[in-house]
């Protein structure tokens, strides 16, 4: 009888202990991009910004506790904290207007597949509290990019243009100009199929060793308080 009563107190201590709240999740957070089967793509820019706002957790399973907007549509959404690193996503629902244009349907319709994909979405997530991003990927891969403020997309294509990797081809070592490498600009090497061959890391110089690549063509991704670009490079 003593380990039944025992058992029993443990079953009700795990239905009604709540997870926390992680307090720099909470408020709207603006999407700057999806990155899906390394391609990186901007929101529309003749359209509404997408966003996402996380709400206080809630017990209720059915109770909204987010909500957001993708190019021309509402969203509402349950989302729960099961560990410090995982967001899950349930009970989605969302408005039903068509955008003025193709490109703004098929964007949105992208960006709401990837937070609706399952009954239960389940994302792993991070915060970089500096750069004010959140990158939260899904079990396929699937990456979506926020910002707390809205990015511009004239200003990350001026932050693009303005980086340069040379030499190119490249055998020991690339540089870049255009960049302040620092502990809030990060990078991160692909090869030709997408595959990570350097994973992301801090760029704390303007000189990268890539000595230890094979010979071939790789793309880097820079990304620096919410901004991104992608150059070619080939190593010989």
Not at 72 to 101: D, G, K, Q, R
Not at 105 to 130: C, K
Not at 131 to 160: A, H, W
């Amino acid at each position: 009888m003593k380990k039944l009563y025992i058992l029993l107190l443990a079953v009700f201590a795990s239905h009604t202990t709540q997870a926390q709240d992680d307090p720099n999740l909470l408020g709207q957070w603006f999407l700057h991009y999806i990155e899906s089967n390394g391609t990186i793509m901007y929101p529309p820019s003749d359209g509404a910004n997408p966003s996402i706002i996380f709400s206080n957790l809630t017990p209720n399973p059915f109770d909204f506790n987010g909500d957001g907007s993708g190019v021309c549509n509402s969203f509402f959404l349950h989302y729960e904290l099961p560990n410090s690193t995982t967001i899950t996503i349930s009970e989605f629902s969302s408005t039903l207007v068509f955008c003025n244009t193709n490109a703004q349907d098929a964007y949105e319709f992208m960006y709401f597949s990837i937070l609706n994909n399952n009954p239960t979405s389940t994302f792993d997530y991070t915060i970089d509290l500096p750069n004010e991003t959140l990158t939260m990927i899904d079990l396929l891969g699937e990456k979506l990019v926020y910002g707390r403020q809205i990015l511009s997309t004239k200003d990350n294509e001026v932050f693009s243009n303005n980086i340069k990797v040379y030499p190119n081809p490249a055998q020991k070592e690339i540089f870049m100009t255009g960049i302040a490498a620092n502990s809030k600009t990060s990078y991160s090497i692909y090869n030709l199929v997408g595959n990570v061959a350097v994973s992301e890391r801090s760029m704390t110089q303007a000189s990268l060793d890539v000595s230890q690549l094979k010979a071939g063509v790789y793309f880097i991704k820079i990304q620096q308080q919410g901004k991104t670009a992608v150059k070619k490079f080939v190593k010989i």
